[in-house]
Every structure is written in structure tokens, then in C-alpha cells.
């Protein structure tokens, strides 16, 4: 289920499809264990994991892990098992900067074209997230610029959590498991909640600590 492959790029934790994340978080430990003195502190490494669609929500856990174990993922793949090598079909670049002493990840940057940033708590971005990058946030998700890119929050922390643009113009969002599709644009500052079962786009008002209830 869980293994190391050595590729061109470099090398590859590669995850086959699987049932029970749980499991895997736990063979991923016993992988990088059994290898001993093989990887030094914050070597960086690949991860691929089979169905990355399917398993979405599960990838800020194994990024998590993986960093607890002392290693620095630097890309996501996308693509699967060939015969004799790994078959690479994305390749998406990973942003690593700080975590803040809460956990909350703060990346001061600006966010192009294939490149993520996967973590397992909240997310800042003091930047622009442009069209085809990606955040994936176990909480909520701060952006203190435009947001063109694809924003999925709550992965852990469920319907409670929010995503916040200065603005907003980005074709999909997820919210827990709620998914969005826009098409109308919003140059003020917005926050994205769930209501009622869906995800709604609100006026952000400070006075009220968020949501402009009109």
C-alpha cells in the first residue's frame, strides 16, 4: 500500500488506493521508520497518492505525518503505478514557509500556476492565489489579495470553517464536503460559509466580526 519508488524527479512516497486513512498514516510512519538512518532531517521528497481526487481531504494528513516524521514534501503528483516506472501525469508544486506558533500555516507570497499549499490547520496567504493554484486547509482559509485559484476548507474541521478574499473571482470552492461553482465577481473584501447546506458569498463586514447580514 505504501512505498518508496525512486523516479528521475527524485524520489516518490507513493500511496495505492486504499479504505482506511488511519492505516495508511500508520504505514506511512512504519515506512519512513523501517528505513533508518536512510533520510536526514528535512530531506524533501514526492508524494503520490492513487485516486488524488478521491482521497483529497486525506492529503493535508499525510502531508502532516510525513512532516512529523522529519521529512519536507515538495511536490504532489498525480498519475499511477506503471510497469516498470511511475507514470507522472501533474505535477504540482508545493509551497512550504513557516507555520505560526498556533499551527495556522502564513505563506507571503503570490500563488501562480500549479502550485498548493496542503496543510491540516488554517491557512494565510498574504498574497494572490491566481488561477490554477490551489489551497487545500483542514480549517479555514485567509487571503489577503485576489482569489482566482481553486480554495477546498474544512477539510477537518468541517461546515465551520470559512474562506476570506480581499477578492474574489474564483470558479470552484469546497467547504467541507460542499462544493461551490461561481461566475460572478466580487472586487471587496468577501467570506465564503456554509447556510443552510450550501456555500454562500457575504459582504465581509468587520463591525460584525465577518458576515454582512444586510
Avoid: W
Amino acid at each position: 500500500m505504501v512505498d518508496f519508488k525512486m523516479t528521475k524527479d527524485g524520489l516518490v512516497l507513493y500511496i495505492k488506493d486504499y479504505a482506511d486513512i488511519v492505516d495508511v498514516l500508520q504505514k506511512v510512519e512504519d515506512k519512513v521508520k523501517s528505513m533508518g538512518n536512510f533520510f536526514a532531517k528535512g530531506d524533501k521528497i514526492m508524494l503520490l497518492v492513487e485516486e488524488h481526487e478521491k482521497h483529497i481531504s486525506d492529503i493535508p494528513k499525510i502531508v502532516a505525518r510525513v512532516q512529523e516524521l522529519g521529512l519536507t514534501i515538495s511536490h504532489v503528483l498525480m498519475g499511477s503505478e506503471g510497469k516498470d516506472d511511475v507514470i507522472i501525469k501533474k505535477k504540482v508544486d508545493m509551497v512550504n514557509q513557516g507555520d505560526t506558533r498556533s499551527g495556522t500555516k502564513l505563506v507571503k507570497k503570490n500563488l501562480r500556476s500549479g502550485q498548493s499549499i496542503i496543510h491540516s490547520g488554517d491557512v494565510i496567504l498574504v498574497g494572490n492565489l491566481h488561477a490554477g493554484a490551489e489551497i487545500v486547509a483542514g480549517g479555514s482559509v485567509v487571503i489577503f489579495g485576489r482569489c482566482q485559484g481553486t480554495v477546498r476548507a474544512g477539510i477537518n474541521e468541517g461546515r465551520e470553517a470559512i474562506i476570506i478574499a480581499l477578492s474574489f473571482e474564483s470558479p470552484f470552492v469546497q467547504i467541507s464536503d460542499l462544493k461551490g461553482t461561481f461566475t460572478e465577481k466580487f472586487n471587496y473584501p468577501v467570506v465564503l460559509h456554509v447556510k443552510a447546506g450550501r456555500i454562500e458569498v457575504g459582504k465581509y463586514d468587520t463591525k460584525i466580526g465577518g458576515i454582512e447580514l444586510g
